[in-house]
Nanobody
Framework: EVQLVESGGGSVQAGGSLRLSCAAASFTFDDHALGWFRQAPGKEREGISCLNGRDGRTFYADSVKGRFTMSRDNAKNSVTLQMNSLKAEDTAVYYC???????????????????WGQGTQVTVSS
């Protein structure tokens, strides 16, 4: 059973920054994909960034490109999401997801096949 634990959510004013972290208990395979998703009330879960475990490449949704940065710490089996220039529309519950194994060349920004953490709330006030 995959165990993912997110942390770092909170409340911030528009234009501010937050840093989310996701710790994974373990990866079964070296080839995996990690993703950050978010879900606002009444909306579907949206993929915002993902990382290929094999080569470390990251991919971003247009809505966050240039503002959010996903990175990993291999020693800690964790990933972070640095969120800058936050907007009110970034308000959502943010989830970390893992696909293990993943052998593709481009990690997916759609929620299928991911296992999830419990989520952390991010609230941006305008």
């Amino acid at each position: 059973e995959v165990q993912l634990v997110e942390s770092g959510g909170g409340s911030v004013q528009a234009g501010g920054s937050l840093r989310l972290s996701c710790a994974a208990a373990s990866f079964t395979f070296d080839d995996h994909a990690l993703g950050w998703f978010r879900q606002a009330p009444g909306k579907e879960r949206e993929g915002i960034s993902c990382l290929n475990g094999r080569d470390g490449r990251t991919f971003y949704a247009d809505s966050v490109k240039g503002r959010f940065t996903m990175s990993r710490d291999n020693a800690k089996n964790s990933v972070t999401l640095q969120m800058n220039s936050l907007k009110a529309e970034d308000t959502a519950v943010y989830y970390c997801g893992l696909i293990d194994p993943w052998f593709g060349t481009t990690c997916p920004l759609t929620p299928e096949f991911y296992a999830w953490g419990q989520g952390t709330q991010v609230t941006v006030s305008s």
